[in-house]
């Protein structure tokens, strides 16, 4: 079936930032950008459980910044200096695993590695999990995100986009072709 004709009672949604790469000149530094804030927002306001995460940095109270900010993971199958920041992918599964609805933010091109391990991790474990991004980046590259593993990339402003694909997602939801300004690799819902 594909993940985009399920109907899900009340589905719950995962506003999640990316874990972050970097070269060891760089300084480390959260993401910081406010568009998944402003999603989270949005969706609790239109009355759908929804949960904001930063991989970068964890839950607080769970996640040390030790093992997570703080943890330089090499990525020597991407460049020889390059290293990664950020949640496990194991934590990364048990945070994902309550929620139906996966939406990541890609705004910057460095961004792109870790959003596409986050989605190719999550769907090697949960295929069921509906997998959507946003941004610029994701926007630009939306062939390449929906290629590897991201259900649909909404192509501009997020807010009414992901409330009204919150909604789609409900039973009696509006088929897929309606949603104006998102791209899917799939076909249109029943």
């Given at each position: 079936?594909?993940?985009?004709?399920?109907?899900?009672?009340?589905?719950?949604?995962?506003?999640?930032?990316?874990?972050?790469?970097?070269?060891?000149?760089?300084?480390?530094?959260?993401?910081?950008?406010?568009?998944?804030?402003?999603?989270?927002?949005?969706?609790?306001?239109?009355?759908?459980?929804?949960?904001?995460?930063?991989?970068?940095?964890?839950?607080?109270?769970?996640?040390?910044?030790?093992?997570?900010?703080?943890?330089?993971?090499?990525?020597?199958?991407?460049?020889?200096?390059?290293?990664?920041?950020?949640?496990?992918?194991?934590?990364?599964?048990?945070?994902?695993?309550?929620?139906?609805?996966?939406?990541?933010?890609?705004?910057?091109?460095?961004?792109?590695?870790?959003?596409?391990?986050?989605?190719?991790?999550?769907?090697?474990?949960?295929?069921?999990?509906?997998?959507?991004?946003?941004?610029?980046?994701?926007?630009?590259?939306?062939?390449?995100?929906?290629?590897?593993?991201?259900?649909?990339?909404?192509?501009?402003?997020?807010?009414?986009?992901?409330?009204?694909?919150?909604?789609?997602?409900?039973?009696?939801?509006?088929?897929?072709t309606r949603f104006?300004?998102?791209?899917?690799?799939?076909?249109?819902?029943?």
């Amino acid at each position: 079936m594909d993940v985009l004709t399920r109907r899900i009672g009340e589905p719950r949604i995962l506003c999640l930032y990316a874990t972050l790469q970097y070269y060891p000149d760089e300084v480390c530094r959260p993401d910081s950008s406010l568009g998944l804030i402003y999603l989270h927002s949005a969706l609790r306001q239109a009355g759908f459980q929804a949960d904001l995460l930063d991989a970068s940095i964890g839950r607080p109270g769970r996640d040390d910044l030790s093992d997570t900010f703080y943890r330089r993971t090499p990525l020597p199958e991407v460049a020889p200096d390059l290293f990664r920041i950020g949640m496990t992918p194991e934590r990364i599964l048990e945070e994902v695993e309550p929620f139906d609805v996966i939406a990541i933010s890609s705004i910057f091109t460095q961004q792109t590695g870790r959003c596409i391990e986050i989605a190719q991790l999550v769907k090697s474990v949960y295929p069921e999990k509906i997998l959507v991004a946003g941004g610029v980046n994701a926007r630009s590259l939306k062939d390449y995100f929906l290629d590897r593993g991201f259900d649909a990339i909404f192509l501009s402003e997020g807010e009414k986009s992901l409330v009204a694909f919150a909604e789609f997602c409900a039973p009696g939801g509006l088929r897929w072709t309606r949603f104006p300004a998102s791209a899917s690799g799939a076909t249109a819902g029943p």
